[in-house]
């Protein structure tokens, strides 16, 4: 297993291009079983978790091409001849849930493996199955698969409220619905800009979609889809990470391709604690003020809230902060794993359930760490970026999920990082 080195080496400067959304791609790329028709996505992320989907939708008979050293994935799935997930690829990444709903409003069947939990809690896929059981499909959950069917050969169009706000759920039930017979509203749905983007690729196809972006989704299901050329949306969490850099360390750096609409959350709570952000007409410009960054209250929440994948860097950031900050991680049950291995570099964090509080110190000293799930390992990096001496990060792994030329970036800005093949 690589580990990544990070040396202190003061304040970083330069400009960093950001990738496609990892989590738009990763409900984009199912929306291909939606048609017999290619799909093509551009500006797509160069990421393990991308070649996971590619082999989960090969393992189910679609074509992916991954062309233009990753950034184009060229899909069709004209002559899909197996319709069961397997677990052995499922179990590798949630995401895979996603192929659930738009199997099952082409063909009428699928058989899909439950994801299993992750670091990050239980993440069940209830909402899931609520939504799709709403719109006429059989479930029927029996050794750890979901064996689904719709009655009568064809999802119905239905009237569903989530009880709680669920991105895959609605990633799910959009695509479900826009092949469901008669009209589909979805209430209380999500608003994250992946979504947006995944409803701006549908309506490229030729679904019928109003509301994204907003709670409520209204689609009108049309008999079949068509192919489309779709560009994935810029990664808000990439970018939240980035921005990160200067904050921490000093510094300015220049987020290619960034919008405040992205991460307006974050951004507030980055100039409270006293970091200028400014949009350019290449992106945003993110520099720190003169010393300490001073402490910020977090709450994560849905969109447009504070991002829940941005809370464990956020947290690096407060951990060298003037004053106490308190996080509160309201999205997943288990999010605070960064928190005992900050502490090894010095951090002084109070955890208690889904409350962190946060006592800044002034310098936080290089330790050998080791990187629990894909956001802490990113926020251990950026810890040793800003911390005295040497931070090597183990099972980075998890890393390679969700960020790309991780080490080829941060250099580029004067970071004194590498990688450490095992
Ligand atoms: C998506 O996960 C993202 N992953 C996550 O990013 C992100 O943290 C999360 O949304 C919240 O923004 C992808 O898009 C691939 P949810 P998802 O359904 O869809 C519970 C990263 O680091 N829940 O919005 O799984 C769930 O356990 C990853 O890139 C149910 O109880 O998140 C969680 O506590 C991590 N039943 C909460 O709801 C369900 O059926 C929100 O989950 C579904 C979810």
């Known amino acids: 297993m690589d580990s990544i080195l990070v040396r202190g080496n003061g304040a970083l400067s330069g400009v960093i291009p950001i990738a496609g959304a990892k989590n738009a791609c990763l409900t984009l790329m199912p929306a291909t079983l939606l048609s017999d028709e290619p799909l093509t996505l551009t500006n797509a992320p160069r990421l393990s978790d991308i070649a996971t989907m590619t082999q989960l939708l090969q393992s189910l008979g679609a074509e992916v091409a991954s062309l233009q050293d990753g950034l184009v994935l060229a899909m069709s799935s004209h002559s899909i001849s197996n319709f069961k997930a397997d677990y052995d690829i499922v179990r590798k990444m949630r995401a895979s849930i996603l192929v659930l709903g738009p199997m099952l409003a082409r063909y009428g069947h699928a058989v899909v493996s439950l994801p299993g939990g992750c670091a990050i809690g239980a993440r069940p896929v209830d909402l899931h199955l609520r939504a799709l059981e709403a719109m006429g499909a059989t479930l029927d959950l029996r050794d750890g698969y979901v064996h689904a069917k719709a009655a009568g050969g064809r999802l119905k169009g239905a009237v569903f409220e989530f009880p709680f706000v669920s991105v895959g759920a609605t990633e799910n039930a959009l695509m479900a619905a826009t092949l469901a017979k008669g009209t589909t509203i979805l209430k209380n749905a999500a608003r994250e800009p992946e979504i947006v983007d995944l409803a701006r690729c549908l309506r490229r196809m030729g679904a019928q979609i109003d509301g994204e972006g907003t709670s409520t989704l209204t689609i009108e299901g049309v008999d079949r889809l068509g192919g489309a050329t779709h560009p994935v949306v810029t990664d808000r969490i990439e970018l939240g990470t980035y921005m990160l850099v200067p904050a921490i360390c000093g510094g300015e750096v220049e987020c290619l391709g960034g919008t405040l609409e992205l991460v307006g959350a974050f951004a507030e709570r980055l100039e409270a604690a006293g970091v200028s952000v400014t949009q350019t007409n290449r992106g945003l410009k ?96 950026l810890a040793g970026l800003a911390a005295e001496g040497e931070t090597v990060v183990s099972r980075v792994y998890h890393l390679d999920r969700g960020y790309e030329r991780v080490e080829e970036k941060l250099r580029a800005c004067g970071a004194h990082i590498e990688r450490i093949r095992a």
Do not use: Y
């Open 286 to 381: 993110v520099s720190r003020k003169n010393g300490r960054v001073r402490a910020v209250d977090v709450t994560t929440e849905p969109f447009p809230g504070f991002p829940t994948d941005l809370q464990a860097q956020m947290m690096a950031l407060l951990c060298t902060a003037e004053g106490t900050s308190v996080l509160e991680e309201k999205i997943f049950e288990n999010r605070f794993m960064h928190a005992p291995e900050l502490m090894r570099m010095g951090a002084k964090i109070d955890v208690h359930g889904g409350t962190a509080t946060v006592t800044g110190v002034e310098k936080l000293k290089g330790a050998p760490v080791m990187a629990t799930d894909l956001r802490a390992s990113v926020s251990l990096i």
